[in-house]
């Protein structure tokens, strides 16, 4: 269970957890820490009409639903759970996600997809041994439906080509790329080179850190749904 002091961080305070979840691994003080384990969770389901409530065990841990494109966090007790993924505010069960979460381990659980084609639900055993400690470390992940490929350029760069909806099931891309660490633009564009979304305040600029990159929303909405470049920061 979520402990009192264990409340559902924003997004922007996901990366202040992880970081002293990192310091208090390394800490040398001979006490050994509680165990503990992290779990950040995004919303990238294409809805105009409703957020994302989070239920664990049975017990909802969301105070408020979860918008779209959001990402909160908190850290959890060694254990297995359930988490149940639901409509904000409405007992409508889109998908549940039952798994072990070990002590000292960093996860990121993704809920994405469409109503009308089904909501998923994919986790992330982050492991972030083998990145870069010079250059900063990013990674794309494709939460807008639809047939075609996307390339994702930070700056004038390609640094990824022909990424599809929802590739990473499986495993697949799950490695982070090195580049340089600085403020930038992240821009996603089809394989005609026609732009998708853009995001000119990309703070890339944690050396030795890593970023989840993700494309969500709907193709061609123009409206509460419409694609966006979000931003989860491990650092």
């Not at 389901?45 to 969301?62: C, H, N």
């Not at 250059?135 to 639809?146: A, D």
């Not at 996603?188 to 989840?212: E, F, P, R, S």
């Not at 993700?214 to 419409?226: C, N």
Request: aromatic share 12%; charged share 20%.
């Amino acid at each position: 269970m979520v402990t009192k002091k264990s409340r559902l961080w924003a997004l922007a305070a996901v990366a202040v957890a992880i970081t002293g979840f990192s310091s208090c691994l390394k800490n040398s003080d001979p006490t050994p820490p509680e165990p503990q384990t992290l779990i950040a969770f995004v919303n990238g389901v294409a809805s105009p009409t409703y957020g994302l409530d989070i239920f664990q065990e049975g017990q909802k841990i969301t105070p408020t639903p979860i918008a779209f494109g959001e990402a909160v966090g908190a850290r959890f007790k060694p254990d297995r759970y359930k988490f149940d993924f639901k409509k904000g505010g409405v007992d409508s069960l889109l998908n549940t996600l039952t798994a072990t979460y070990d002590t000292s381990a960093y996860n990121t659980v993704v809920v994405y997809g469409e109503q009308s084609t089904g909501i998923e639900v994919h986790r992330i055993l982050e492991n972030f041994e083998n990145i870069s400690r010079t250059k900063t470390n990013v990674r794309f992940y494709n939460l807008m439906s639809g047939p075609d490929g996307v390339d994702v350029f930070i700056g004038a760069n390609k640094i990824f080509a022909s990424r599809y909806y929802a590739d990473f099931v499986g495993g697949g891309y799950s490695q982070f790329e090195a580049v340089d660490a600085g403020n930038t633009t992240v821009t996603v564009k089809d394989a005609a080179g026609t732009q998708i979304a853009t995001k000119g305040d990309a703070a890339l600029t944690a050396v030795g850190g890593a970023y989840n990159i993700y494309l969500m929303g709907q193709k061609d909405s123009t409206g509460v749904t419409k694609p966006v470049i979000k931003v989860i920061t491990y650092q």
